[in-house]
């Protein structure tokens, strides 16, 4: 792992919004609200959860001790495999979620940000009291830990606001 490290969580928020950003520009001129949250949504399911998630759960298999020296751990925490596998788990879903039902996507949410909401209320604890500034750690990962299910939840809102509708094209 290189200092490029802090850099891979924006990167996957960059493919996130430039992806959505084109779909949008393509139907600028015919999409509705629900339609804009759906594209986004759709894009936020298989980069932000699925793919950021394969790839935290590779990171911290393969990479474990480079992964965990970049979060301010000792390498060798045996819990790192758990933590591997959750987010193997949240991948599959957000992978899953790009072409399941309202219900589906809901639970894959759900989930979702009671994991990243938990990781990064414990980033935050590690910085307060341990002083943990490490670029996984303090950085990107910890902001994003809030930021993005908070988006996430706003888009199945507004999404899903005018009844149980299911996306009728989801594919990015």
Do not use: C
Not at 21 to 36: A, C, D, E, M, S
Not at 85 to 99: E, K, M
């Amino acid at each position: 792992m290189t200092s490029v490290d802090g850099f891979i969580p924006y990167l996957f928020m960059l493919i996130t919004l430039i992806g959505a950003g084109v779909q949008i520009f393509h139907k600028r001129n015919t999409i509705t609200r629900p339609g804009l949250a759906e594209i986004l949504l759709v894009w936020f399911f298989a980069i932000e959860l699925g793919v950021a998630g394969i790839w935290a759960f590779i990171a911290h298999t393969v990479f474990a001790a480079q992964v965990a020296v970049s979060i301010g751990w000792l390498a060798g925490n045996p819990f790192q495999q758990e933590v591997a596998v959750t987010n193997l788990a949240i991948g599959v879903l957000g992978l899953l979620s790009v072409r399941m039902n309202r219900s589906f996507r809901l639970a894959t949410i759900i989930s979702f940000s009671i994991f990243m909401i938990g990781a990064g209320i414990g980033h935050v604890y590690q910085l307060i009291v341990f002083n943990d500034t490490a670029i996984n750690n303090a950085g990107a990962v910890m902001y994003l830990d809030f930021i993005v299910p908070v988006i996430v939840i706003i888009l199945y809102f507004i999404r899903y606001e005018h009844g149980p509708g299911e996306p009728s094209s989801p594919t990015p």
